[in-house]
């Protein structure tokens, strides 16, 4: 069974620049989350989806992150313009379903801001 | 919103030596997920408990959610180099399994051989 694939695997910007994620989840999984991840600290929800509908983007930067899930399938988060603070790496994850536990993760996209 | 600290933040450990870390919060838990995340990778679930004292073994870890489902531990015996990594708690907030699923900072393991 194929993991969860993101792209690209490394990006580097300068500060106001934009950049783009992409990640395409499990085969089935209807729940796709995004999290930011800081060096040295815990995962943070970004935004998570139920198919192609917003289930939280409470903690989501509204002013330059956006996400989509058009398709109920794929995802694109992006972020316009980026801030140096924004240097993290962006870990896709999904699962079956909002009553499955078990999130599987893909190798992330690390972004960093000059 | 719900927290769960985790600690220690660091661990230094000779290989063969035991290893524990705790999550703990101030709310009742629904159900605790442990994740493992290795240099340079991704987390990787271990398991999740649901009920309250639960005890859950895997190999050579042990898995705890507290009676008061409030807190829940980790703890590796004998460990190995190959258990180098960061470990996280995660808990969904709200009951169930719908809420967003919020994670601690993490215990770094360092295995010395």
């Known amino acids: 069974e194929a993991g969860v694939a993101q792209s690209p695997r490394y990006k580097i910007i300068e500060k106001r620049q934009s950049v783009a994620f992409w990640c395409n989840p499990i085969?089935?999984?209807?729940?796709l989350y995004w999290y930011q991840q800081i060096l040295g600290q815990g995962p943070k929800l970004l935004i998570q989806?139920?198919?192609?509908?917003?289930?939280?983007d409470s903690q989501l930067p509204k002013d330059r992150f956006s996400a989509e899930r058009l398709k109920g399938v794929d995802s694109t988060l992006k972020i316009q313009p980026a801030k140096l603070e924004d240097s993290a790496v962006y870990l896709c994850?999904?699962?079956?379903?909002?009553?499955?536990?078990?999130?599987?993760f893909g190798e992330g996209s690390r972004l960093t801001v000059l | 919103g719900q927290q769960v600290m985790q600690i220690p933040q660091y661990q230094h450990v000779q290989e063969g030596e035991d290893f524990t870390t705790y999550c703990n919060s101030s709310?009742?838990?629904?159900?605790i997920q442990w994740y493992k995340q290795r240099p340079g990778g991704h987390p990787v679930f271990l398991i999740q408990?649901?009920?309250?004292?639960e005890v859950k073994k895997q190999k050579r870890l042990t898995f705890q959610f507290g009676e008061a489902k409030k807190n829940s531990s980790l703890h590796i015996t004998a460990t190995q180099t190959t258990d180098v990594g960061t470990y996280f708690c995660?808990?969904?907030?709200?009951?169930?399994?719908?809420?967003?699923?919020?994670f601690g900072q993490g215990t770094t393991l360092q295995v010395k051989p």
């Open positions: 994850a999904s699962s079956l379903g909002p009553m499955t536990g078990e999130l599987f």
């Open positions: 085969s089935g999984h209807a729940t």
């Open positions: 989806f139920q198919n192609n509908g917003v289930v939280d």
């Open positions: 709310t009742t838990l629904s159900n």
């Open positions: 408990l649901v009920k309250s004292g």
């Open positions: 995660a808990s969904r907030e709200g009951s169930g399994n719908t809420g967003k699923l919020i």
